[in-house]
């Protein structure tokens, strides 16, 4: 069964950082490109950033390019997204997901940045 345990959100100051991990497991990971979606409170999802199978494409949403940073381990089976210079606009729950996936199958992370 593919899954997918999204951590390491929280609640955050304007400017700080957090680094968010996916721990994939149920399928063989390094074949797959991979994504961050969020959705903020009361709005739908948005893509975030991109990451192809091996690691050596990413992209991002214009909003959050130069401050966020995908990246993944594929002997670890496991997917991040280092976040720098948060701003409350950025406040969402957090998912991974497959770009072959038409749906979500994590429980997402919690980020809040707020002071």
């Known amino acids: 069964e593919v899954q997918f345990v999204e951590s390491g959100g929280g609640l955050v100051q304007p400017g700080g950082s957090l680094r968010l991990s996916c721990a994939a497991s149920?399928?063989?990971?390094?074949?797959?490109?991979m994504n961050w979606v969020r959705q903020a409170p009361g709005k739908g999802l948005e893509w975030v950033s991109y990451i192809n199978s091996d690691g050596g494409s990413t992209n991002y949403v214009t909003s959050v390019k130069g401050r966020f940073t995908i990246s993944r381990d594929n002997a670890k089976n496991m997917l991040y997204l280092q976040m720098n210079s948060l701003k409350p606009e950025d406040t969402a729950v957090y998912y991974c997901k497959r770009t072959t996936d038409s749906y979500l199958r994590g429980q997402g992370t919690q980020v809040t940045v707020s002071s």
């Open positions: 149920g399928f063989t990971f390094s074949t797959y490109a």
